[in-house]
Nanobody, 128 residues
Framework: QVQLVESGGGLVQAGGSLRLSCAAS????????MGWFRQAPGKEREFVAA????????YHADSVKGRFTISRDNAKNTLYLQMNSLKPEDTAVYYC?????????????????????WGQGTQVTVSS
């Protein structure tokens, strides 16, 4: 059973921090590109960040660049999103995703992009 399970969401005051985790199981994701997406009520899905199978290669959306950092630990088969300086507009359900194709990371930010695997999501709420 291939599965991605997010955790670490919650309620935080503006300016605070959270670290999201995405635990993968059922297969190794070490050779997959992975990413984070979010969706707020009444809003379209938004790309957040992506990372290649090489942990040093990352791509972050302009809206989160400098505040959020994507990382991965392939030994643990786990993806992370460190979120600092959180703003109320960051409030959303955050989803992790995996892509077997290992393409160019920016491809994951395209409106029509669909990954191979989705997690179930974790709620992040930022209050002012």
């Amino acid at each position: 059973q291939v599965q991605l399970v997010e955790s670490g969401g919650g309620l935080v005051q503006a300016g605070g921090s959270l670290r999201l985790s995405c635990a993968a199981s059922g297969r190794s994701f070490a050779n997959d590109n992975m990413g984070w997406f979010r969706q707020a009520p009444g809003k379209e899905r938004e790309f957040v960040a992506a990372i290649t199978w090489r942990t040093e290669s990352t791509y972050h959306a302009d809206s989160v660049k400098g505040r959020f950092t994507i990382s991965r630990d392939n030994a643990k088969n786990t993806l992370y999103l460190q979120m600092n300086s959180l703003k109320p507009e960051d409030t959303a359900v955050y989803y992790c995703a995996a892509d077997r194709r290992r393409g160019v990371l920016a491809t994951m930010s395209a409106r029509e992009y669909e990954p191979d695997y989705w997690g179930q999501g974790t709620q992040v709420t930022v209050s002012s």
